[in-house]
């Protein structure tokens, strides 16, 4: 077997032991459009977030974009599928028969630089209780999102990826890190009390931070309804379920104690 293929089938091996995957799978779901790695299968995309990114293409894909590929690089391989032509014996037909994988090298847009590219432009603003993230050991950055999605939480990467601006979803996924510290993990997906933790922590912080809260709490409650009803439940029970969680979480960012943890924890 190729060494490169060994190497990308090793990682998501390696990537299954960790744990790693299903916050890989989840992210891989939503591609990013309008860049070459939305048109990927879906395993490549999985590779892509295993390697640390949200943005990887061949060495001639950054020369079309104007970027260049850092000296010293290294590469990051997805597994491409080859065809051969082959008649079928029934019908004469001529199809495609797939024969084997090579790996390709593919280089993180972070190992890049040359032309700004459209996703990048996005700047954060100075976003209350960063500090408490900064101090638990994670890192706070811009990412291209998507239609599905505005930020997440990885654990695995120690990292709030935010596609968007809002204060809010900065809120939610600092919430979501404080609920993983607490409880030492988080069950793999959009747990549906999870999310509603999250978004009602994001909500009350707000409200703390003295944030206008008009223009997000109608999506709020929609977010809450929406996976309230996974759990048959209405959106005002399925806050009172949670409200210990969040009061943990609260207490966790705003005064560095919940339970026995405290600020210095950081995310392992």
């Not at 379920?241 to 026995?260: F, P, Q, T, W, Y």
Request: glycine share 6%; hydrophobic share 35%.
């Amino acid at each position: 077997m190729n060494k490169n293929i060994q190497t990308v089938l090793q990682s998501i091996v390696s990537a299954f032991e960790s744990g790693n995957v299903p916050e890989a799978v989840a992210v891989a779901s939503f591609p990013i459009p309008d860049i070459p790695s939305t048109q990927w299968s879906f395993t490549n995309r999985t590779i892509q977030f295993l390697s640390g990114t949200a943005d990887a293409r061949g060495f001639n894909q950054w020369k079309a974009v104007n970027r260049h590929v850092k000296k010293g690089a290294k590469a990051v391989y997805i597994l491409v599928p080859c065809f051969r032509k082959q008649v079928d014996e029934n019908t004469q037909e001529e199809g495609q028969v797939l024969t084997t994988f090579k790996a390709m090298p593919v280089f993180r847009v972070e190992d890049t630089e040359g032309e700004p590219l459209d996703y990048q432009s996005i700047e954060l603003p100075e976003l209350p209780f960063i500090q408490r993230a900064y101090d638990w050991g994670i890192d706070v950055k811009a990412v291209p999102g998507n239609y599905r999605y505005y930020g997440y939480f990885s654990p695995a990467r120690k990292e709030i990826a935010l596609a968007t601006p809002s204060e809010k979803t900065f809120f939610h996924e600092l919430s979501h890190t404080a609920d993983y510290i607490i409880k030492g993990e988080l069950k793999p997906g959009q747990d549906p009390f999870q999310e509603i933790t999250a978004e009602l922590s994001a909500q009350a912080l707000s409200r703390i931070a003295g944030k206008s809260i008009e223009d997000t709490t109608g999506n709020s409650f929609r977010y809450i309804s929406h996976y309230a009803q996974k759990v048959k439940m209405s959106p005002e029970k399925a806050c009172l379920r949670v409200l210990s969680d969040c009061e943990k979480i609260l207490n966790l960012i705003l005064h560095g104690r919940a339970d026995g943890i405290n600020e210095t924890q950081k995310v392992a």
